[in-house]
């Protein structure tokens, strides 16, 4: 009973700091300063967040249930969640909370609790697809925990939203195996069952969470496998000791993406990039992943898609000598654009950031070899025939060259 008159009393007084903030910036315009009730954590959500969340809203915003489900499926949460149920629908159940799990926008991605619970909290759409970032429903402790990086607590009417007054809600981050937020972890229930364990159960439940994602990682490549090198720059082929791949021009733009980005993909990301807004079936992208991994003998990682077998690809090389400012190298592996035939618009953008960087390597480089050798395959790139003139003396035979270039990209 007294645990019970203390969380009476306790939410009597922030019920009155509540009322006095709300009609403070309603009167004013002003935002509220802490008082003795209210945490110094809360009192500055409040501040940002009354500027443009109602506090009579009724209920988060929503984002159409079938993108999110698709949303999570590709999700690097989904996998130790699903793991984790069990445990997770126990804690929900037995102890009368809604469990949640948020992406790293403070999106609902999933969620579980008992039937009594479950509407409490799909009233407030407290639900996959519910948005629970400050900007969409102001100070919660999902929020308090994604602009943080900690745990976090907000009980009653530290709620900004009046319609979130009879809740008590505990939240833990959820780190990637880099550090990165991917999410959030929420035990919610009425604010009458309020109990300090709860904070613990939630930060040990998100780093189980954390602990699988790391087991989850792709292996590193083997270092015995044998090698595989890939040519994207001006040409389109893979060989593995010296015998070329039988591998399809969407094989290759795989390849080339993996290679690039040695994180890996979500499969939503990677489609993306392969294939933009054109409709494509899963059964058709799987095909392709199945292909190139039979060819690599294994060597890409099932659940993100990332490659576990060494593969030495131009375009990297050329990249990492950028990164050395050996410009001599870039250049000479810089034999065209990457994958010069590729619609793809993940290859597009390489391929734009690989011919921007090496131009402008080129331009910064007070070598005139460098803007000789680059103005070959840029005939009708004036700047860098200019700036080859500007570096060639007076008596070089080589200002020939550089003259008659500009003159073309002139005419």
Not at 14 to 32: D, F, I, M, Q
Not at 42 to 68: I, K, Q, Y
Not at 90 to 113: K, L, N, P, Q, R
Not at 241 to 252: F, H, I, K, T, Y
Request: with cysteine; glycine share 8%.
């Amino acid at each position: 009973m007294s645990q019970r008159s203390d969380l009476r009393r306790r939410r009597a007084a922030l019920e009155g700091e509540w009322s006095r903030a709300v009609s403070l910036v309603k009167s004013t315009g002003s935002a509220p300063g802490g008082r003795d009730a209210l945490r110094d954590e809360v009192a500055e959500s409040w501040a940002r967040s009354l500027v443009s969340v109602d506090p009579d809203r009724d209920s988060a915003p929503v984002t159409d249930g079938g993108a999110v489900q698709h949303r999570w499926s590709d999700s690097l949460l989904r996998r130790p969640v699903d793991s984790l149920s069990d445990e997770l629908r126990s804690v929900a159940h037995d102890a009368g909370f809604v469990a949640a799990v948020t992406d790293e926008s403070g999106t609902i991605m999933w969620t579980c609790a008992g039937q009594d619970m479950r509407r409490r909290a799909e009233r407030v759409n407290f639900a996959p697809g519910g948005h629970w970032n400050e900007q969409a429903m102001g100070t919660n402790a999902l929020s308090l925990a994604l602009r943080t990086d900690r745990p976090s607590t907000v009980f009653s009417a530290e709620h900004l939203v009046a319609a979130l007054h009879g809740w008590v809600c505990y939240c833990a981050p959820i780190h990637g195996p880099d550090g990165s937020v991917l999410g959030v972890l929420d035990l919610s229930t009425t604010w009458d069952r309020s109990h300090p364990l709860a904070m613990s159960t939630v930060r040990g439940l998100a780093s189980a969470i954390e602990a699988r994602l790391r087991a989850d990682l792709p292996p590193p490549p083997r270092e015995d496998a044998p090698q595989v090198r890939l040519s994207c720059m001006g040409e389109q082929k893979a060989e593995r000791e010296g015998v070329l791949l039988a591998l399809r021009p969407r094989q290759l733009e795989i390849l080339t993406l993996l290679a690039l980005e040695p994180d890996g993909f979500t499969s939503e990301r990677l489609r993306d990039a392969l294939y933009g807004d054109r409709p494509v079936t899963a059964s058709t992208f799987k095909a392709e992943i199945s292909h190139l991994r039979r060819a690599l003998g294994g060597g890409i990682a099932a659940r993100r898609y990332a490659l576990t077998a060494p593969v030495s690809c131009d375009a990297v090389d050329v990249l990492r000598a950028l990164e050395r400012g050996d410009t001599d190298t870039a250049l000479r592996l810089y034999r065209g654009p990457l994958l010069p035939r590729s619609g793809a618009p993940g290859i597009e953008e390489w391929r734009t950031h690989l011919e921007v960087a090496v131009r402008e390597a080129v331009l910064a480089s007070a070598r005139p070899e460098h803007a000789l050798r680059y103005g070959e395959r840029a005939p009708y790139d004036a700047e860098v025939h200019e700036h080859a003139l500007r570096l060639i003396g007076p008596g070089d035979a080589r200002r020939a060259i550089a003259a008659g270039r500009l003159t073309t990209a002139l005419r």
